[in-house]
């Protein structure tokens, strides 16, 4: 079975600083995909990035970029010039490459980052 | 752009009773999820319908089960309620083609009492 663990479970930083996420799983899959989801307090789930496996180039999304390292099985969230918008649970999942319809999102312990002002 | 749409969105219920959870998928997704998460929980699976059949089962108690009707919303039926099962419960969906990204609802905030 995979998992996923995040060993940090709170962080806290600055406005306008930069601060990196960890994230590490546990797989015998070679084709998978990765997720950062943001949980703001509204407790809703936004997607933030996604990663596939099978590319070496690390997604990107303005803000908000990944180092994926796939021998190591690690996967870690980078927020550039932070804001207090970004103060929420933030939860890495994993997904494996399954039958259609099959596929579902395994999630690590969650971190909860704080901005502060 | 649509999202995934629960109802309700906040339910208390006391114990022993039964709660019914309705879910409406994102327009031509044809897969769609159920996850609880519990107080200071990450979200974990119950169970996944692709076509109207069921495709996956995680972690979903025997008291509970679901369905896909034919214009694909989703029902998750929870009966004999206990205080443990008070929770939000995510209905997600996504397109069928394998890690395609899965889309949450808002959730919907059960309270048993």
């Known amino acids: ?117 | 752009a649509a999202g995934v749409i629960q109802s309700p969105r906040h339910l208390i219920k006391e114990k022993r009773e039964t709660a019914t959870l309705k879910c409406y998928p994102i327009p031509r997704h044809d897969t769609v999820y159920w996850y609880q998460q519990g107080p200071g929980q990450d979200p974990q699976f119950l169970i996944s319908f692709y076509e109207k059949m069921q495709s996956d089962k995680g972690s979903i108690p025997d008291r509970f089960s679901a369905q896909q009707f034919s214009d694909y919303h989703s029902e998750l039926n929870m009966s004999s309620l206990e205080l443990g099962d008070s929770a939000l419960y995510f209905c997600a969906s996504s397109p069928v083609q394998s890690g395609n990204t899965i889309y949450f609802g808002e959730g919907s905030w059960l309270t048993v009492v």
């Open chain 1, 1 to 117: 079975a995979q998992t996923v663990t995040q060993s940090q479970p709170e962080m806290s930083v600055q406005e306008a600083e930069t601060v990196t996420l960890s994230c590490t799983y546990d797989t015998s899959e070679n084709n998978y995909y990765l997720f950062w989801y943001k949980q703001p307090p509204s407790r809703q789930m936004i997607l933030v990035i996604r990663q596939e496996a099978y590319k070496q180039q690390n997604a990107t999304e303005n803000r908000f970029s990944v180092n994926f390292q796939k021998a190591a099985k690690s996967f870690s969230l980078k927020i550039s010039d932070s804001q207090l918008g970004d103060t929420a649970m933030y939860f890495c999942a994993f997904m494996k490459h399954v039958a259609q319809g099959a596929q579902k999102l395994v999630f690590g312990q969650g971190t909860r980052l704080t901005i502060n002002p």
